[in-house]
């Protein structure tokens, strides 16, 4: 079985860009997890789908950060606009649900000048 | 505050040797939680889970979980270089898939 997929693996942008980063989850899935991850603060939760339906979003990122899953088997995360301080991995998770193992992809890594 | 503490950060143990780690949690309504690991360049990987008190043995990783202090554990006993990786403790509530993770132990086997 396929695990979870991201890309791009690395993405460097300009202050003050747009960009997307993309996410297909384990197929069968229902749970879909956006988290971002920094030495400082450590994993952070972004965003939280169950079935395509937005569970809960971290509070700090709201303003400049809008995850989406456009059907069950693809999602995106848009930052819009970067900041320097967006500079971090971005990981995508999975999972069948409640009380149930989170399978993560490989990340990206999002440098932001 | 962190709901999720670890401990420690960082950890030097011998090839063979045996690597603890340990894991707090400051919040009642956790009810389930999971040993990751993470090496360099990827993405978090489970290692076990444990929801009731007690050891659970994988291998060689034992989890103890003491739900009344919401301590839990993790051994890894003949430690190896290969498990030279980040480790994350992560705990989740009855009702909710999302899991909130520690900062992370370092564990380093060095030959």
């Known amino acids: 079985d396929a695990g979870v997929t991201q890309t791009p693996r690395h993405e460097v942008a300009e202050k003050g860009q747009t960009i997307i980063l993309k996410c297909e989850p384990v197929s069968g899935h229902n749970d879909l997890f956006w988290y971002r991850q920094t030495k400082i603060q450590g994993l952070e939760l972004l965003s939280y789908f169950r079935s395509k339906s937005l569970m809960e979003d971290g509070g700090a990122f709201k303003d400049r950060f809008k995850a989406e899953m456009l059907n069950s088997s693809f999602s995106t995360l848009k930052i819009q606009p970067t900041e320097p301080k967006d500079s971090a991995v971005y990981l995508c998770?999975?999972?069948?649900?409640?009380?149930?193992?989170?399978?993560f992809g490989s990340g990206t890594r999002l440098t932001v000048l | 505050q962190q709901k999720v503490q670890q401990s420690p950060e960082s950890l030097s143990v011998p090839e063979g040797g045996m690597a603890s780690l340990n894991c707090t949690s400051s919040?009642?309504?956790?009810?389930y939680f999971w040993w990751y690991r993470q090496h360099s360049g990827e993405g978090p990987k489970a290692l076990m889970s444990i929801f009731s008190d007690g050891d659970k043995k994988e291998g060689r990783f034992t989890a103890h979980l003491n739900k009344a202090s919401l301590h839990v554990s993790l051994h890894i006993r003949d430690s190896q270089p290969s498990d030279s990786a980040l480790y994350f403790c992560?705990?989740?509530?009855?009702?909710?898939?999302?899991?909130?993770f520690g900062h992370g132990t370092i564990l380093r086997v060095h030959p």
């Open positions: 998770a999975s999972s069948l649900g409640v009380a149930e193992t989170l399978y």
């Open positions: 992560a705990a989740s509530g009855a009702n909710t898939g999302k899991l909130t």
């Open positions: 919040d009642r309504n956790f009810q």
